[in-house]
């Protein structure tokens, strides 16, 4: 009988192993670019809505601070807006199909990402965003009281 339950534990162990973790970065350096955007915004201030508008502080969320974050480590990022249950690119480097910038757009209905946002919950996994697949992360911005205004995107391309 120790036998049995010996094998089933190991059994137990190697699948646990061998399953790939869902909701971790595949590669090490989107969580590194996740925190030098989160690191960029906190020393601007606490995040807040204005308005229709995402804030650190006093500072107003532009492409200038993805911008930064990307240059540094590389991949693309976005500081999303809370709007409803959508979530508006307020800053990208991201760029949609015809080059141009994708600041104003939202996030698609199907990602996966989206339910978890909502939810207040981070999503790391593939996501592919206008034609484009990434390895990417995803995190609620939230304000003092806690409530979801917006999220952060940092992704590699795959």
């Known amino acids: 009988m120790g036998r049995i339950n010996l094998l089933a534990w190991l059994l137990g162990v190697c699948m646990v192993a061998l399953t790939p973790s869902v909701g971790a970065p595949q590669t090490p ?4 670019e996740m925190t030098a955007l989160q690191a960029k915004t906190a020393k601007l201030g606490t995040p807040q809505l204005q308005g229709n508008d995402l804030y650190f502080g006093d500072t107003k969320a532009t492409s200038d601070l993805a911008d930064a974050v990307v240059k540094s480590n590389g991949g693309v990022a ?3 807006v809370k709007a409803g ?3 508006v690119r307020a800053a990208t480097t991201v760029k949609k199909e015809d080059g141009s910038s994708a600041v104003g757009t939202a996030l698609a209905a199907d990602s996966p990402a989206l339910v978890k946002l909502n939810n207040g919950e981070p999503y790391y996994g593939d996501a592919t965003v206008f034609g484009k697949k990434y390895d990417a992360g995803y995190e609620p911005i939230k ?3 806690g409530a979801v205004i917006g999220a952060y995107f940092v992704g590699q391309n795959k």
């Open 78 to 80: 976005t500081l999303f």
């Open 85 to 87: 249950d959508q979530f």
């Open 143 to 145: 304000d003092a009281s």
């Open 29 to 32: 350096q989107v969580q590194t």
